[in-house]
């Protein structure tokens, strides 16, 4: 009899609580892959000249820490091998929630977006490797007022996408 009224409470509990009974999340770390077209990325420093690989960057604030995200494809959409990187040292405890900034170029400015204005909370939560993939709101590379939006995919991501 007590076995029961300690499950009726329990049900109770989390019926007010609104809680999710029994979800265990998995521990993961955080990656990020710059998807974009070479208009939204920042150069590293201003000359005339043509810029590589190495020269071109993502911007990303996570915990007070920056880190500069070279692009994962080339002008015309190749891969460049960069793939995604990790920005965790230690895996973060399941449940975290990820939030971070991103920073680009956008009409010759440097902007940001954070991560919450682009994606939901379910997607941000840690339940594994996350990788978050910074892309471009469509393909032109001759304009450069293309904005550049975030995903999250699950797991380690090092694909190319050409939105």
């Known amino acids: 009899m007590e076995m029961r009224w300690t499950s009726v409470l329990i ?16 521990p993961g770390h955080v990656y ?3 998807n974009v077209g070479w208009q939204s990325l920042l150069p ?10 190495n020269d071109l960057y993502i911007k990303v604030i996570w915990e ?17 091998g960069v ?8 895996p973060l405890p399941g449940g ?3 939030d971070l900034e991103y920073r680009f170029q956008y009409v010759g400015d440097e902007i940001g977006k954070k991560l919450s204005e682009m994606v ?19 393909w032109e590379p001759k304009s450069g007022n293309v904005m550049a939006f975030a995903k999250v995919h699950r797991g380690r991501f090092d694909g190319i996408h050409k939105y």
């Open 11 to 26: 049900g109770l509990c989390l019926a007010l609580l609104d809680c999710e009974g029994g979800k265990i999340y998995r």
């Open 32 to 34: 990020v892959v710059a």
């Open 44 to 53: 590293v420093h201003s000359f005339d000249g043509p810029l590589g690989v």
């Open 64 to 80: 007070e820490k920056f880190f500069y995200i070279h692009p994962n494809m080339d002008r015309e959409g190749n891969p460049t």
């Open 83 to 90: 793939g995604a990187v990790r920005i965790t040292d230690e």
């Open 96 to 98: 975290t929630l990820v």
């Open 120 to 138: 939901g909370e379910s997607d941000r939560t840690i339940d594994g490797d996350i990788t978050v993939e910074i892309y471009s709101e469509h």
